[in-house]
């Protein structure tokens, strides 16, 4: 039943882009003799992931050395808090800063750290969180241009968020309520205080600061730069570029602060992390994640994916009337990016109409974009998928323009 060799055999003509036949063979589901094929007997369709990591689409697979430790971890008991401390320190010291938790994802980081700040080594404190704050602070400020809707993972915490603009009006916000400082490294070039001057205004009033880095690697240094700044708490999505288990997260920074975040997450019931549970099995898939995304060939990866967008963009180029843009997103997501423009007078299918032509072919193929556009990522395809789609997207358009696709 092996599927995938199915397809890849019937697109051997398509060149391969200097890909040998193991990179094309790497871990799919369909090379290994499961016994059910269990997505199937739901009715659930599997698809190409050409949008890029989003949580809706599950959005990364992880490494097969992340998938051992999870098979490795599921069959034997351990100790939780144990189990923490072994692989925070082994995360402290290939990530290069003092302490480091797993979570259940940059979400749950963020209120975690959160939750640490405000109680401290206090234990008590954690079970008043988030509906009795007497005696707690409750004020966590950011600039007006880093809140989005992730910010609600602080409101968990019962606090309040202040919005500032300027170095002034954050100064002035700064009171003995104030927690945290909060800050979305993505949009670092949105607001008007940059990331190291947001870190000099909080040590200047010695209150903790936190970066949210969730979808900020590659690069691959991002995982040390942010804490090496200064910041005390930097959260990283597990199964975002890091294709570790996507129900983790990581939360580095002061040891005090990892200490107190852990305080109030599980296994201690009575806090407002409870909820947000990592076993063994994301715990020690996280810690090999890292492992394994540290010592890949970052250049060779960005090279592939390179070319893999060529070749889509190439496709799309054949049809005339398609305009192809490849770019980098600058911060967060920074990986190679298609984006396909057409004059739609030539080419008589909207982006919208298009991306549901994908989704409803075979094998399915999810890609993003608004009503303007249809956009593409490579990095989280099985390498010689993007021949399939580059095939679909070719005849997709030339049907719309009444050609013959090439
Ligand atoms: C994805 C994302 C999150 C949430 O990450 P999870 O790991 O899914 O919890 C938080 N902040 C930003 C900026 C993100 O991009």
Redesign the pocket.
Known sequence: MNKRREILKGIATLPLLGLTASDLLARPAEEKDFNRDFFKELGVRTFINAAG?Y?ALT?SLPHPEVIDAINYSALQFVNLEELQDKVGERLAELLKCEAAMV????????TLGTAGVITGADFAKADQIPTDMTGLKTEVIMQKAHR?G?AH?IRNCGVKIIEVGTRKELETAINDKTAMLWF???NNFLGKIKDTEFVEVAKKYNIPCMN?????VPPVENLWKYTQMGFDLV??????GLRGP?S??LLLGKKDLIAAARKNAPPNGSTVGRGMKVNKEEILGMLVAIEVYLNRDHKADWTLWENQVKMISDAALSVPGVTPEIHVPEV?NHVPSIRLRWDQTKIKITPDAARDALRNGHPSIETVGGSESLDMTTWMMIPGEERIVAKRVNEILSDAAGSTPK
Do not use: E
Not at 103 to 110: E, Q, V
Not at 212 to 216: K, N, R
């Open positions: 990591t949580t959005a979570t259940a994802g940059a979400a749950s980081a963020i989005i992730y993972a979305l490294n993505a949210d880095c969730a979808a900020d959260c990283f999505s597990g199964g975002k996507q983790a997260g967060a």
